[in-house]
């Protein structure tokens, strides 16, 4: 069954699938932590720190009474697990049978590691662990040469070898740093460990992207995942001849959804509240799904030579009334309890710029308190006329 959306149907089926802005909620707030998980399915992690990390980021946007301890807690509790999505990810325990797949295929050889294989290093890796219990890689000593552009030591690619491929898992970390521990000693008791098919794995993968995207094509359901693609096309026409998913056109582009996920269309969206996202947040990590459904075209710049950058090192798009309206490079000086802005770019389409710095006003309010600050400092706009206009307002911005 083929149907047909409009952009703006699109762009609201998307938010409200990812939970943007986010809805009341009831209950305790680390329950509607675990909630975000498990809806999205994953969490990236990065070591990026000039705000807060992206994963506490985008747990805090689909729940505003979310704090760090929580994501702690719920890996203590066994409700989440560090493993890889497209990327390094903390993902729902519910779900752990289904990164078996990528793990008994770098086990195989049938995928390729980053790192040459080194038997060796992994026994003696592997039984430290087994011996003396949780380790980190700092533990391990290395006295000799560093290999690979990352120069990393014989022992911590071991270690990312062993993780990779499913004999250790990291229970917790300490100062961000990872701590490993043989798998059998992590898992919660009763947990399944039983391999998926692969047209099992492949319709898991399906339906928990389209449930967290509302929308999406067979190279995105694939993204980064390597040697999934031709599985994945071949199960979305099974499911489409079956009746278990629909066929949708946005303009001249054909999408997948889940049914039932076009009754999202009749609840509101909050256009008014504003959102400031990370640059990894679920919503906005595929970049050309980004430009195709919002007609915003996104580069993280922290990863371009200075002098090549267009808007600045970490610039954090910015949602509101159901577009994305603005990106704005900021950074803490932690010292100070201070938030930088150093760059606030509007889009073209931006009309009502006055509601919009009102509604900026009051996110940034929440915004530094999430980032531990109490001050905040405006040093450029794009378009630069407006910078008065929006300093006058955030003047008072006081923790």
């Given at each position: 069954?083929?149907?047909?959306?409009?952009?703006?149907?699109?762009?609201?089926?998307?938010?409200?699938?990812?939970?943007?802005?986010?809805?009341?909620?009831?209950?305790?707030?680390?329950?509607?932590?675990?909630?975000?998980?498990?809806?999205?399915?994953?969490?990236?992690?990065?070591?990026?720190?000039?705000?807060?990390?992206?994963?506490?980021?985008?747990?805090?946007?689909?729940?505003?009474?979310?704090?760090?301890?929580?994501?702690?807690?719920?890996?203590?509790?066994?409700?989440?697990?560090?493993?890889?999505?497209?990327?390094?990810?903390?993902?729902?325990?519910?779900?752990?049978?289904?990164?078996?797949?990528?793990?008994?295929?770098?086990?195989?050889?049938?995928?390729?590691?980053?790192?040459?294989?080194?038997?060796?290093?992994?026994?003696?890796?592997?039984?430290?662990?087994?011996?003396?219990?949780?380790?980190?890689?700092?533990?391990?000593?290395?006295?000799?040469?560093?290999?690979?552009?990352?120069?990393?030591?014989?022992?911590?690619?071991?270690?990312?070898?062993?993780?990779?491929?499913?004999?250790?898992?990291?229970?917790?970390?300490?100062?961000?740093?990872?701590?490993?521990?043989?798998?059998?000693?992590?898992?919660?008791?009763g947990t399944d460990i039983t391999l998926p098919a692969p047209e099992e794995y492949a319709r898991?993968?399906?339906?928990?992207?389209?449930?967290?995207?509302?929308?999406?094509?067979?190279?995105?359901?694939?993204?980064?995942?390597?040697?999934?693609?031709?599985?994945?096309?071949?199960?979305?026409?099974?499911m489409v001849s079956s009746g278990e998913l629909l066929q949708i056109h946005v303009g001249d582009r054909l999408y997948y959804a889940?049914?039932?996920?076009?009754?999202?269309?009749?609840?509101?969206?909050?256009?008014?509240?504003?959102?400031?996202?990370?640059?990894?947040?679920?919503?906005?990590?595929?970049?050309?799904?980004?430009?195709?459904?919002?007609?915003?075209?996104?580069?993280?710049?922290?990863?371009?030579?200075?002098?090549?950058?267009?808007?600045?090192?970490?610039?954090?798009?910015?949602?509101?009334?159901?577009?994305?309206?603005?990106?704005?490079?900021?950074?803490?000086?932690?010292?100070?309890?201070?938030?930088?802005?150093?760059?606030?770019?509007?889009?073209?389409?931006?009309?009502?710029?006055?509601?919009?710095?009102?509604?900026?006003?009051?996110?940034?309010?929440?915004?530094?308190?999430?980032?531990?600050?109490?001050?905040?400092?405006?040093?450029?706009?794009?378009?630069?006329?407006?910078?008065?206009?929006?300093?006058?307002?955030?003047?008072?911005?006081?923790?």
């Amino acid at each position: 069954m083929k149907e047909s959306l409009s952009i703006q149907q699109a762009r609201k089926l998307v938010l409200l699938s990812q939970r943007l802005p986010p809805r009341k909620q009831s209950g305790r707030a680390i329950e509607a932590t675990l909630s975000a998980i498990e809806h999205l399915g994953y969490i990236q992690i990065d070591t990026i720190s000039v705000v807060q990390r992206a994963h506490h980021h985008t747990l805090w946007n689909r729940n505003p009474r979310y704090k760090a301890s929580q994501l702690d807690q719920l890996l203590s509790d066994k409700q989440v697990f560090e493993y890889w999505s497209h990327a390094a990810a903390y993902l729902p325990f519910r779900d752990y049978r289904f990164s078996l797949p990528r793990k008994y295929a770098l086990a195989s050889g049938e995928l390729s590691h980053w790192y040459k294989r080194d038997e060796q290093m992994l026994k003696w890796v592997l039984k430290r662990i087994a011996t003396e219990g949780p380790l980190m890689a700092k533990d391990f000593e290395h006295t000799g040469t560093r290999i690979g552009a990352w120069k990393t030591k014989p022992a911590k690619r071991a270690l990312q070898y062993l993780f990779m491929q499913g004999d250790l898992m990291i229970p917790y970390r300490v100062n961000f740093q990872k701590v490993y521990d043989l798998t059998e000693r992590v898992l919660p008791e009763g947990t399944d460990i039983t391999l998926p098919a692969p047209e099992e794995y492949a319709r898991f993968l399906i339906t928990r992207y389209l449930r967290a995207n509302g929308l999406g094509q067979s190279a995105e359901i694939a993204y980064l995942l390597k040697g999934t693609k031709p599985l994945i096309d071949m199960t979305l026409k099974d499911m489409v001849s079956s009746g278990e998913l629909l066929q949708i056109h946005v303009g001249d582009r054909l999408y997948y959804a889940l049914p039932n996920s076009l009754e999202l269309l009749s609840k509101p969206l909050a256009r008014s509240k504003l959102k400031i996202l990370s640059p990894f947040d679920n919503l906005v990590i595929q970049r050309k799904r980004l430009k195709a459904l919002f007609d915003f075209d996104y580069l993280i710049e922290c990863y371009v030579p200075e002098a090549k950058r267009q808007y600045g090192y970490f610039c954090l798009p910015i949602l509101w009334d159901g577009k994305l309206v603005a990106r704005m490079d900021c950074s803490t000086e932690r010292s100070k309890s201070l938030l930088h802005i150093h760059h606030l770019v509007l889009e073209p389409i931006v009309l009502k710029v006055e509601e919009l710095f009102l509604a900026l006003r009051k996110e940034l309010e929440s915004f530094l308190q999430f980032n531990r600050c109490k001050k905040l400092r405006l040093h450029r706009t794009s378009p630069t006329k407006f910078k008065p206009d929006l300093q006058i307002l955030i003047n008072d911005l006081t923790i």
